[in-house]
């Protein structure tokens, strides 16, 4: 038996930071971001529906797709992002579905599913537990307006343009509190880990 895990958090809350721990300890990861930006490459199915429908403007000079220019566009507009979203997550899913197949197959105890949108697009329901990287929308803000070079303005945005950290909090089955070190945070996800009986 193989425990599918989810874990999730708001926009630079740390999850990639637990991600890449976990991977650290040889736990397989499966990264929703990663798998999202492979079935945009040039030539993929969803490559050809985003341009047909966003137009060749969202393309850089070497015909990728334009990252910063699509994310502007669909932040600001609820519907363009729904858009996208139909277009880019049923590919998204197939991709991670057959990694998940491959981890079982080969009798991983423990699998974690970094989805962003985990709550959003109710994909709780297809995994077994649930873990949250919390932190205070404080430290959220400024962590994010660091990585991403944001003002204020923008990041609070992106932020509020979420499901609030405070609601996903209650579905959630454990947290991570990642306002402190990231030691601190490696530490409680290892703790949860052993818990559920599923570290080597
Ligand atoms: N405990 C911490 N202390 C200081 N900085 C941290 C801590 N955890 C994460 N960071 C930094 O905060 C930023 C956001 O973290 P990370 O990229 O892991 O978040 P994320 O949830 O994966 O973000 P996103 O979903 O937006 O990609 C990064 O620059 C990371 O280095």
Request: avoid cysteine; aromatic fraction near 4%; charged fraction near 30%.
């Amino acid at each position: 038996m193989t425990l599918i895990v989810g874990l999730t958090g708001g926009i630079a809350s740390g999850k990639s930071t637990v991600s890449a721990y976990y991977r650290s300890l040889n736990i397989p990861v499966i990264d929703a971001d990663l798998e999202a930006r492979l079935a945009v490459k040039i030539g993929e199915p969803a490559y050809k529906k985003i341009v047909a429908h966003f137009g060749t403007g969202i393309l850089q000079s070497d015909g990728d797709i334009n990252r910063m220019r699509l994310g502007e566009i669909v932040f600001s507009n609820e519907q363009e992002r729904l858009v996208l979203n139909e277009i880019v997550h049923p590919d998204v899913g197939r991709r991670m579905d057959e990694k998940q197949r491959l981890a079982m197959e080969n009798g991983e105890k423990v699998v974690i599913l970094d989805i962003p949108l985990l709550f959003e697009n109710k994909l709780n329901e297809k995994v077994d537990k649930t873990i949250l990287v919390y932190v205070t929308e404080d430290i959220q803000r400024k962590r994010l307006m660091e990585r991403n070079q944001l003002t204020f303005e923008q990041a609070i945005k992106r932020i509020h343009a979420q499901m609030p950290l405070e609601k996903k909090r209650i579905l959630a089955d454990e947290l991570i509190d990642n306002n402190g070190t990231i030691a601190a945070a490696a530490m409680q996800a290892k703790e949860i880990l052993e818990k559920w009986n599923v570290l080597n």
